[in-house]
């Protein structure tokens, strides 16, 4: 009974001092090598109340589709190609609101391993991986009796009456891949909206 009168407590602040709503991203431009390329399509969809994006990229190479999740960037990437590609994880990079690059780490990386040598994953052509970046600075240990491996989230959640202070800014996300010997570096430029939940 206590631990429940606890958790009603702890949910409180939450409920009463946030804001109704949440930042989202969308999926505002691609340069490969400085130059734009492939096309962009963004889908709005509204799992229970907030309005997200899921935001799709294509061109000769590849297919990209990201979706929404707090604590990363999760992602689907296809190849199109017959010859197989590779994402060089250790290359990859995390640019916050900030403008602060910083490494990524992704599925199947131990916590603890996060700041090791990551190796590339491989996608045989015509196929494809389902993956997370999310960004190693945003990983740590919390130690104590109900400690463990924790992630913040990419952004702060604002409370109620705080401005919107990151609506039009941006993140990015790095993603080199490699085909027959040559790299190319994707960046991947997210604009930063706030939704409001709609009923």
Request: hydrophobic share 35%; no cysteine; proline share 5%.
């Amino acid at each position: 009974m206590k631990k429940f009168i606890l958790t009603i407590l702890t949910l409180i602040p939450i409920l009463t001092f946030a804001q109704k709503g949440g930042y989202v991203l969308k999926l505002s431009s691609v340069d490969i090598e400085g130059e734009s390329r492939g096309s962009i399509k963004i889908d709005s969809v509204k799992p229970a109340q907030l309005i997200l994006y899921n935001s799709k990229y294509s061109d000769s190479l590849i297919n990209i589709e990201f979706s929404y999740d707090d604590k990363s960037i999760p992602f689907e990437l296809t190849n199109k190609g017959k010859k197989s590609v590779r994402v060089i994880w250790n290359e990859a990079a995390y640019i916050d609101y900030n403008n602060t690059s910083g490494k990524v780490m992704h599925v199947g990386i131990k916590y603890i391993d996060r700041s090791n040598d990551q190796p590339p994953t491989l996608i045989i052509g015509g196929s494809k991986i389902s993956d997370l970046a999310t960004p190693t600075e945003n990983v740590f240990y919390s130690s104590g009796t109900y400690g463990g491996w924790r992630k913040n989230d990419l952004f702060p959640s604002p409370r109620k009456n705080d401005e919107k202070i990151l609506v039009g800014k941006t993140v990015k996300l790095l993603l080199p891949i490699q085909i027959e010997g040559k790299q190319l570096d994707y960046v991947f430029t997210f604009l930063i909206l706030f939704n409001e939940y709609k009923k």
